[in-house]
């Protein structure tokens, strides 16, 4: 089955650009999403398609896919961004959704 | 403004039953497939159980296959997951989400609060 992988921790100063990657083999092949997840609170889409905004999302959050790599980038973090942030692609091959391990961001 | 509101959430000794809801409004209910999602304490997110718009047309994870029971009812705009011989590794919080797609891909939003479920004698 698809394998994505993410770093476990990613820590960036407030004001600046935190990047989360997501790498799976041809991942650019795919669609990527991105859920950000508070403690005890639900995930919350923050980028869908790779590179798409949900309303309401700011557009401090932005998404790419290339290749074996698809990050997701954070630029001016404040200190509300904290949180896990869990990558998504359907599986076609078996025709379910799988997550990344997740990547614990903290804003020092 | 689309919402899902889980239910039937508890502490149940291992083997035994328990039965989640999640009660849907603000999107036609019955045009969309639906996920169950859980997620142990400090673990990340795994899928549980998909069903198709019209109910027919259920998936399962391997780790519930045969224990667990997903059912919708349109009518009521209701999903439901029945959990059967519960073993401790179910402890999770159970999630239910909308599954939107395009051609391209599928992707869940929204997800609702989450339902806790504890499974320890």
């Known amino acids: 089955s698809y394998v994505l992988t993410q770093p476990p921790s990613v820590s960036v100063a407030p004001g600046q650009t935190a990047r989360i990657t997501c790498g799976g083999n041809n991942i650019g092949s795919k669609g990527v999403h991105w859920y950000q997840q508070k403690p005890g609170q639900a995930p919350v889409l923050v980028v869908y398609d790779d590179s798409d905004r949900p309303s309401g999302i700011p557009e401090r959050f932005s998404g790419s896919n290339s290749g074996n790599t698809a990050p997701l980038t954070i630029s001016r973090v404040e200190a509300d961004d904290e949180a896990d942030y869990y990558c998504?692609?359907?599986?076609?091959?078996?025709?379910?959704?799988?997550f990344g391990g997740g990547t614990k961001l903290t804003v020092l | 403004q689309v919402q899902l509101v889980e239910s039937g959430g508890g502490v149940v000794q291992p083997g035994r039953s328990l039965r989640l809801s999640c009660a849907a409004s603000g999107f036609i209910f019955s045009d969309y497939a639906m996920y169950w999602v859980r997620q142990a304490p400090g673990k990340g997110l795994e899928w549980v159980a998909i069903i198709s718009d019209d109910g027919n047309d259920k998936s399962y994870a391997d780790s519930v296959k045969g224990r667990f029971t997903i059912s919708r009812d349109n009518s009521k705009k209701t999903l439901n997951l029945q959990m059967n011989s519960l073993r401790p590794e179910d402890t999770a919080v159970y999630y239910c989400a909308w599954l939107r797609s395009n051609r391209r891909s599928n992707w869940f939003d929204p997800w609702g609060q989450g339902a806790l479920v504890t499974v320890s004698s």
């Open positions: 998504q692609v359907w599986d076609t091959g078996n025709n379910h959704p799988v």
